[in-house]
């Protein structure tokens, strides 16, 4: 490998919105992240995920769309 083309890979404190902070390693360059969404408060980690409802969407074009080749 090429020295001196790769980014410093460092230690970088992560604080979520929803107040949880971890470390991680990055190349990110900054002591600290902020981030929107972690798997503390991710819907589909904390099980309250929203399911849509795709048997309807399916029913309602085929309904538009269905007899028409």
């Known amino acids: ?7 410093a890979y460092q230690a970088v404190d992560v604080t ?7 470390t991680t390693g990055s190349t990110y360059g900054k002591d600290k992240m902020l ?13 309250k995920q929203k399911v849509l409802d ?4 399916i029913e309602k074009f085929n309904k538009r769309f269905g007899g028409k080749k």
């Open 16 to 22: 979520c919105s929803c107040g949880n902070t971890f």
């Open 35 to 47: 981030i929107d969404v972690c798997a503390e408060c991710h819907p589909f980690y904390t099980g």
């Open 1 to 7: 490998m090429r020295p001196d083309i790769h980014p």
């Open 54 to 57: 795709s048997a309807g969407q």
